[in-house]
């Protein structure tokens, strides 16, 4: 029975605004419904990764998950509500990891111990490495390497692609965007799911997610499948320029100074890379001559850039003649004085 009252009770503390938010799907409501479904529902919407980094205010609005005064309660009796609520209720530690209250937070963050359901949450759960109270982020570190684990590459998708476009301007992790990475790069499954998306993805960032995901092994065996079907170009084109190199590079997330004249203090600072070699073994040549035909310039570019890296090696001389004859009538310039170079070494080698 007092379970039952308190219950009612928060269920009007924490009960949405009655406003329905143009940019998402109306929560369907219905007059039984609990509180907690109530909240639970609201995350589920969230389904737009897009999205995603905008969730924690709307569920704070939406729930009044924020520290305030309001009908005489002052706000440690609010913080104590919320504290108890949470306790009684621990399967909403996903919903109260977005609070107002870093307190409130990391005693979400406490309770997160299974797989977690639900994209959006382990995007927030991410968010929290980068906290501004840090035992808020030590929580999530506790709680990111409790969930990661167990958690399924389906529903870490999403929020991990996300996460890559977005988390590496975060500044208070400290060495929280590596730590992300190294977890992600271990997974084979996630691997694999973001590789996939990688192939089919028209969106912006993909190059990014693709670099990023490359200081796992992983990825390796998908580099040939992405050069050739890959539905951007400058994936099909990145993905080539690794299998030319025998190498992959990927962005660490920080930057280093590179010196342009050390005597008069002149720098620059750009972005820091990791590199490894490729763990598996191609046929290069079939790789870049399916390249050449490619309908796109920069890929036909790129594919120009391997025949004359590798012009000195005796495997590519007839690849190197059949593409000159082949591109001589493209029409683009990048195209055509890569051909050039590539006749003289034509004539070079005759």
């Known amino acids: 029975m007092l379970r039952k ?4 009770k928060l269920g009007q503390l924490f009960a949405p605004k009655t406003h329905t938010n143009s940019e998402h799907k109306e929560i369907p409501l219905s007059d039984d419904e609990s509180i907690e479904l109530r909240m639970l529902a609201f995350l589920r919407t969230r389904i737009d990764p897009a999205d995603f980094s ?7 609005t939406e729930f009044r998950l924020y520290q305030r005064r309001y009908d005489n309660t002052s706000s440690s009796a609010k913080l104590a509500e919320d504290l108890q609520f949470l306790a009684t209720n621990s399967d909403l530690s ?3 990891l977005f609070h107002g209250d870093g307190r409130v937070r990391e005693a979400a963050l406490g309770l997160m111990k299974g797989p977690i359901e ?3 949450v382990m995007y927030g759960l991410v968010a929290r490495l980068n906290d501004w109270v840090p035992s808020v982020r030590l929580a999530a570190k506790l709680a990111f390497d409790r969930c990661l684990p167990v958690t399924s590459a389906d529903k870490l998708t999403p929020a991990v692609w996300q996460l890559i476009l977005n988390a590496g301007r975060w500044r208070r992790w400290s060495d929280g965007y590596s730590k992300l990475l190294r977890s992600v790069a271990e997974r084979q499954d996630l691997i694999e799911a973001l590789a996939e998306r990688v192939a089919s993805d028209r969106t912006g960032g993909t190059g990014m997610v693709l670099r990023t995901i490359s200081q796992s092994q992983h990825i390796d065996v998908f580099l040939e499948p992405l050069a050739a079907n890959a539905a951007q170009p400058h994936i099909r084109a990145l993905a080539l320029s690794y299998l030319s190199a025998r190498r992959v590079w990927w962005p660490l997330g920080t930057l280093k100074k590179v010196w342009i ?3 008069m203090g002149d720098f620059r600072v ?3 890379f990791g590199s490894r070699p490729i763990s598996v073994e191609v046929d290069l040549v079939e790789i870049i001559a399916r390249s050449v035909r490619d309908r796109s310039t920069i890929v036909r570019r790129e594919a120009l850039d391997a ?9 590519f001389q007839v690849l190197m003649s059949e593409t000159v004859s082949m591109l001589t009538d493209d029409p683009n310039p990048s195209i055509r004085s890569r051909l050039e170079f590539l006749q003289n070494a034509v004539r070079v080698n005759h």
């Open 118 to 120: 639900i994209p959006v």
């Open 54 to 60: 905008t969730t924690e205010n709307e569920i704070r």
């Open 307 to 315: 025949i004359a890296k590798h012009r000195s090696n005796v495997s």
């Open 261 to 263: 004249d050390k005597s």
């Open 270 to 272: 750009v972005p820091d």
């Open 5 to 8: 009252i308190f219950s009612m």
């Open 94 to 96: 996903s919903v109260f």
